[in-house]
């Protein structure tokens, strides 16, 4: 099926209507070139400590050589990495990839049942794991296929100060629960013990996996979508070719808040701008905002990638508003809507535009984003990027009109080759024809822009109308009162469905009167929220994302 391509008229300057995804064989290849290029520069720093791309390249050559000279892994295994943002984590990935191994990227936020479900799943035969997460590895690790387990500290690459580190984690501050994992190697000795094994010569091609990358565990059991190095490649220069005018190669500095095993923060901050020559600032604890805020200030950070709801709680911290941010250039944000009242307050605070993107693990991830020149909030996900093709669907999975709303489809280089051991699953969103069904509802303008109005299975069905949470939570956080908000639909005898809001409110004083005053000269009526219920908190997704499903699932009585 042949279509319309209107975006490629209002592409940004130098952005070309296709890559070449033949220029790399592998992932391997770009984080190699890198390596070379950038040799003496940053690539990646945390708690203080900077790592060249030289040491990095030399760091995760011992990890290839320990992996396939000590363990002879062979090339495909699966191997688990279960960090969060430490330096370890780019070298067990970049040794692992260039060892030929299939990266399983694991949450290290994980229960004991979601860890062991993705470890049997994908057959992972080693796992690299933080001692802070050990404790639940050590409940399921005799379930599984695990042969070999790697253990590290926070401060393991950190020098004396590292050790003080562990210490205060350990003893002071309690967050590394007791463990036993008898056969574990840690990981400074696993570098050690690789040293003097050669990396392996190891031929990848684009159809090899490159990340099984877990989803959908919100909606049922968690699937590996399987990312192979074409995907990747194609997905780093597509990206790459659309921000990388606007970047100074080897002098950005980007903030790493997202988790590396998040594909936004993986492909982004990870790979992306490693291939500019950039350094990222990796940042372990990112729910530490007043901790967030102090590492901001020790860096010249030039860019800052991000959900939603971690620009709203920067803005919401003492001390962000007095950071510099004279050389800022970049803000993007992914992962969940970006909402309006959000970037407006984000552009006035930084004086940089928050630039919304668009992706899906399943695309590796990036499908839309919006020109780096935007001068403000203009509430759409942005243009296709180069090689990708975009079209809105019926429900009779035919092509919809210019400014219809139906579901999102993408098509392109960087589309998974599937669901990890799961044709059945596969078979629902991937056709034979190249195009993936998103599950996002959607609509295009005639210049090419695209809209999200909601997620299919989030959408609210009031006496037959159709009700878009996206667009009553973007309306609701406009109130100065609302710090942030959630819209769901609860059963209704009379309309079927109503409804419900779920607020953290920024002005304590805030009432229900006043807030349903607010929506009801803002909403029309069958928009408006029939039921309000004020919260602490609203349940978050290990990057921030508010959980709808969650509170649309919980069985309390309406308030």
Known sequence: MSIERPWLAHYPEGVPAEIDVNQYASVAAVVEEAFERFRQRPAFASFGKILSYGQIDEMSRQFAGYLTGVLKLKQGDRIAIMMPNVLQYPIALFGALRAGLVVVNTNPMYTARELKHQLEDSGAKAIVVLDNFAATLQQVVAETHVEHIVTTGIGDLLGAKGAVINFVLKHVKKMVPPFELPHAVRFTDALSKGKPHPLPKVQLGHDDIAFLQYTGGTTGVAKGAMLTHGNMVANMLQAGAWIGSNMKHGEEVVITA?????????????????????????????????????????????????????????????????????????????????????AERWKKVTGCTLVEAYGLTETSPAVCINPLDLKDYNSSIGLPIPSTDVAIWSEESQPLPIGEVGELMVRGPQVMKGYWQRADETAKVLGADGWLHTGDIARMDDTGYVYIVDRKKDMILVSGFNVYPNEVEDVVMQHPGVSEVAAVGVPDEHSGEVVKLFVVRKDPNLTVEELKKFCHDNLTGYKRPKLIEFRDALPKSNVGKILRRELRDEKKPAA
């Open 258 to 342: 997202l988790p590396l095993y998040h594909i936004f923060s993986l492909t982004a901050n990870g790979l992306v701008f490693m291939r500019l020559g950039g350094l990222s600032w990796l940042i372990t604890n990112p729910r530490d905002m007043p901790g967030f805020v102090k590492e901001l200030k020790k860096s010249k950070f030039t860019a800052l990638t991000g959900v939603n709801t971690l620009f709203n709680g920067l803005l919401n911290t003492p001390g962000f508003a007095e950071l510099d941010f004279s050389r800022l250039h970049l803000s993007l944000g992914g992962g969940m809507a970006v909402q309006r009242a959000v």
